[in-house]
């Protein structure tokens, strides 16, 4: 089947606008990862899902970040009052398990800029 | 927690000849996996090749080979008869057996010369 889609794959907004990115994970993957990566820097770890739950949010920087998984597939980040510090490249991937290899499939990556 | 150490911002290397990336990493887990990821400008993560870190025998994916020191917590990739498809950035990541998120280096830019 597909790959792992995201959307939009730039984003343009101004400072203090909300924004929302959305990852179709490979179908039947039940584990989804969302990962930040800087201009210049390796991905980093924002959070991750099992099913619809967050099983793990502790990389989110702060409160303006969200992310919901409602039924278990698609995924949206939500981030709200952006900031200039935000720009990035956000990365989601998924895997057919969460723990052992649990290969992790990417997608091409929303590339967020804030003014 | 476990970090990963990418030492070469930059490497270069002729077609058709052999290039190794440099990483190393730390780790309290006595289990856990170690990756190297290739970043095209397209920005999409591929998977070149991983290693479970309780074997003992260096994995190999064709042209691609790793060097894995468990000791010294090393963890090189070796691309043989490089291609200038090869031309990307590449990570190295680590990943505990029992975890799910994986930990990046800095990434190494390799360009590949006709």
């Known amino acids: 089947g597909a790959g792992v889609s995201q959307t939009p794959s730039n984003k343009v907004t101004e400072k203090g606008k909300y924004v929302e990115l959305r990852c179709d994970p490979i179908s039947g993957h039940t584990a989804l990862y969302w990962y930040r990566q800087s201009l210049g820097q390796g991905p980093e770890f924002l959070i991750y899902?099992?099913?619809?739950?967050?099983?793990?949010d502790s990389g989110l920087p702060n409160d303006r970040f969200f992310a919901v998984r409602p039924e278990g597939s698609v995924s949206t980040l939500k981030i709200q009052r952006t900031e200039r510090g935000d720009s990035a490249v956000y990365l989601c991937?998924?895997?057919?398990?969460?723990?052992?290899?649990?290969?992790?499939?990417f997608g091409p990556g929303t590339r967020l800029t804030v003014l | 927690a476990q970090t990963v150490t990418q030492s070469q911002p930059e490497m270069s290397v002729q077609e058709a000849e052999t290039v190794t990336l440099s990483c190393t990493y730390d780790?309290?887990?006595?289990?856990?996996?170690l990756f190297w990821y290739k970043q095209p400008p397209s920005r999409q993560m591929i998977l070149v090749i991983r290693q479970e870190a309780y074997k003992q025998q260096n994995a190999t994916e064709n042209r691609f080979s790793v060097n894995f020191q468990k000791a010294a917590k090393s963890f090189s990739l070796k691309i043989s008869d490089s291609q200038l498809g090869d031309a990307a950035m590449y990570f190295c990541?680590?990943?505990?057996?029992?975890?799910?998120?994986?930990?990046f280096g800095e990434g190494t830019q390799l360009t590949v010369n006709p």
């Open positions: 991937a998924s895997s057919q398990r969460l723990a052992g290899v649990g290969e992790q499939f």
């Open positions: 899902f099992q099913g619809t739950g967050a099983a793990d």
């Open positions: 780790t309290s887990e006595s289990d856990y996996y």
């Open positions: 990541a680590t990943k505990e057996t029992s975890g799910s998120r994986l930990t």
